[in-house]
């Protein structure tokens, strides 16, 4: 059974830097991997889809990456804003024809002024 | 594009009475509907799979007879939860996934249910 964790699971930083949010995955035969957002009380954002085949993604201040051998993916946020906090979510979609995702309990993520 | 909305965002209930939740794709068509729930601080959980025109599939542990899937047409599933009680209280979001599109799924605002 897939299991997805993700470290930290809280994060507090001042406005401008630069984050690392990780993920890692315990079965590596994955068909792709979601980054989500998920602002208090609502619904998700997606922000990234790689796919298998794929080593990495980018949109915007975001790249997440993608090593499917070792089971991690890192979501790099560049230039961090105060409209960042929320909590951000990693999926993991099984190969084998299995299109349901798996996912981490999320980094809450806040960034202060 | 590929926007979903739920109905109600939230709801209040006395325990014993059901409530119905809508998930709608508003402009796109979806042959598949998922229902997730969400507890405080804790992941998303798969309940079911919905799939226009046929049964739901549910995911092991989730009772088939109190929450109660119908996904009619390609843009609408509905949700009832039947006879809830206090600990159905939860955060109920859907996804649905674009009919002949990619795998992306497209995550509804979710719907907080109280069960008083």
């Known amino acids: 059974k897939q299991e997805v964790t993700q470290i930290p699971a809280a994060l507090s930083v001042p406005e401008g830097e630069n984050l690392v949010l990780n993920c890692s995955f315990t079965d590596s035969a994955i068909y792709n991997l979601q980054w989500f957002r998920q602002d208090p009380g609502k619904g998700l954002t997606s922000l990234l889809l790689i796919q298998s085949s794929q080593r990495e993604q980018t949109s915007g201040r975001l790249n997440a990456s993608l090593d499917k051998s070792s089971g991690r993916s890192t979501l790099y946020i560049a230039a961090s804003q105060p409209g960042d906090s929320a909590t951000y979510l990693c999926a993991v979609r099984q190969g084998g024809g299995s299109y349901i995702p798996t996912f981490g309990r999320g980094t809450s993520l806040i960034v202060h002024p | 594009g590929a926007v979903v909305s739920q109905h109600p965002s939230w709801v209040i209930c006395k325990s014993g009475t059901s409530v119905k939740i809508e998930c709608r794709s508003l402009d796109f068509q979806a042959t598949t509907m998922f229902w997730y729930r969400q507890f405080p601080k804790q992941s998303l959980m798969l309940m079911a799979t919905?799939?226009?025109?046929?049964?739901?599939?549910?995911e092991q542990g989730v009772e088939k007879d109190k929450f109660l899937i119908n996904h009619a047409s390609l843009t609408l599933s509905t949700l009832t939860v039947t006879s809830a009680h206090p600990e159905d209280s939860s955060f109920y979001i859907c996804s649905a996934q674009r009919t002949g599109g990619s795998d992306t799924q497209y995550f509804g605002p979710g719907t907080r249910l109280t069960v008083l």
């Open positions: 919905s799939n226009e025109g046929s049964k739901a599939t549910y």
